[in-house]
């Protein structure tokens, strides 16, 4: 029986995807690498490794880790001066689930970085909890930010659906062994996603196929 869902953010809560691409392409520019949207794709969405590896060994774990503070700080700045738009629809799908579930954000996003978006948006009264990156050990597709997720609401796996956007959130949400259906923005509309309950283009699908599984389960 359906009982939670857990969401993910970017891409799926709000529109930020893109914005992350600029931003790691913007990163790694200097460093004489021009990012393309099919390396993001590979290296951040359907992996977790980032482009680092191209630079391996030469740049130490030290340097790594202060180019990536860099970066959080420029995207902070983009977060906190632009237009940071939810997702077509999500404010009224979450208004029309959450007297009937139970939810909870899952995402790989710093916390910092959530809280600026959402600051101006009226979805997180929605729900009962948000793990960002800095909740888990291991991100996605890593099992562990799902399974602390179904930790906090107290459900079973097979009572929970998870919505993602990209590969290795779906990898992540099987790995827990929850359904997950999966909704494709402009970065993974070709991607057909192998595994997933059900894939969808837009939230209007979304909430569709989620009634039917409030029907059938009542």
Known sequence: MLQAIL????GVLVDTERLFYEANRELFRPLGLELSEQHFFDWYLAD?????????PAMSEASKQQWRAHRNRRYALRLASEHIP????????????????RMGVVTSSIGAHFDIIH????????FEFVL???SYANSKPAPDPYLLG????GVAAADALVVEDSPRGLRAAMAAGIRCVVLRNALTRGYAFPGAYRVVDTMAELLAEIELLLSAES
């Not at 969401?7 to 970017?10: A, G, Q, V």
């Not at 077509?88 to 579930?101: I, Y």
Request: hydrophobic share 45%; charged share 30%.
């Open 119 to 126: 600051a101006r948006l009226p979805l997180r009264r929605h």
């Open 132 to 134: 960002t990156h800095e």
């Open 86 to 101: 939810a997702i077509d629809g999500v404010a009224e799908v979450l208004a029309r689930l959450a007297p009937r579930v």
């Open 150 to 153: 179904l930790e906090r609401l």
């Open 48 to 56: 977790n490794c980032g482009a680092w590896h191209l630079l391996e």
């Open 7 to 10: 969401w993910d953010n970017d």
